[in-house]
């Protein structure tokens, strides 16, 4: 049995837990305006003031059995990026795109946009 420290709440033996990943990342309580894309929140700025260990970020997992290749997936995913936007500029594709409510596509595997997101691309 497992004692959570400060509380005298007892996680026996075998239980299972879930942690509520998604509604953790987007609670207004640790990220403002949670649901804007807005990758300044994670610049050196804003992280100076709220740590990485004060807010919930779960993207790769935590404890010992975190991500092992976080550095790797973090590289690729940036270097694919960067390949992307070197050769190519995005759009929206049109005004619906623009204004519609995120909606989760419910039959994917992966979170992913009911429906994808439609872009026009251009040839830099
Ligand atoms: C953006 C890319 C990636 C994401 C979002 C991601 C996410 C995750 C997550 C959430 C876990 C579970 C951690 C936990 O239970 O706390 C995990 C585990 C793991 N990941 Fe990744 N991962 C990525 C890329 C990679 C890459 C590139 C590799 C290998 C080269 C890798 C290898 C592993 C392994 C081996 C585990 C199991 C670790 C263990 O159980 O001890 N991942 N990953």
């Not at 270097?79 to 190519?88: C, S």
């Amino acid at each position: 049995n497992y004692r959570i420290p400060g509380t005298d709440k007892i996680l026996e033996k075998g239980a299972e837990v879930f942690i509520p990943v998604f509604a953790l990342q987007r609670d207004e309580k640790y990220y403002k305006n949670p649901n804007k894309f807005d990758p300044d929140r994670f610049n050196e700025e804003n992280s100076a003031t709220q740590t990485q260990t004060n807010r919930p970020y779960y993207s790769f997992g935590d404890g010992p059995r975190n991500c092992i290749g976080v550095r790797l997936g973090k590289l690729q995913v940036k270097v694919g990026l960067i390949m992307m936007m070197q050769q190519f500029r995005y759009e929206l594709a049109n005004e619906q795109e623009r204004t519609r409510q995120m909606e989760f596509e419910p039959r994917s595997f992966l979170l992913s946009p009911r429906g994808g997101i439609k872009l026009r691309i251009f040839k830099r």
